[in-house]
């Protein structure tokens, strides 16, 4: 059973970068053709697509986002992470990571949830 936990601080201050893991179990993030995605839901409102890696490496940000994102992975962990510079009060969301087959988000994590304040 595929399953993925993302792990991270709960509080940033404004500035600095968030830096969130998503651990993947059950499947390799090497495995063709997956896609493993990050997703963030601000308070109050949708959710909002930030990036996604593909299992080949391969990278792909938001272009809202663009300037500020990266995200890597481990596979030696089967891990993948999400890092963005330059946090304002703005970022504050639950931050999800998640499976994606051709845009169709099948698992998820619980979603972390990250306050910007000072």
């Known amino acids: 059973q595929v399953q993925l936990q993302e792990s991270g601080p709960g509080l940033v201050k404004p500035s600095q970068t968030l830096s969130l893991t998503c651990t993947v179990s059950g499947v390799s993030i090497t495995a063709r053709p997956t896609t493993w995605s990050w997703i963030r839901q601000p308070p109050g409102k949708g959710l909002e697509w930030m990036g996604h890696i593909v299992y080949d490496g391969n990278t792909a940000y938001s272009p809202s986002l663009k300037s500020r994102t990266s995200i890597s992975r481990d596979t030696s962990k089967n891990q993948f992470s999400l890092q963005l510079r330059s946090v304002t009060p703005e970022d504050t969301a639950v931050y999800y990571c998640?499976?994606?087959?051709?845009?169709?988000?099948?698992?998820w994590g619980r979603g972390n949830q990250v306050t910007v304040s000072s």
């Open positions: 998640a499976r994606d087959q051709a845009w169709k988000f099948d698992y």
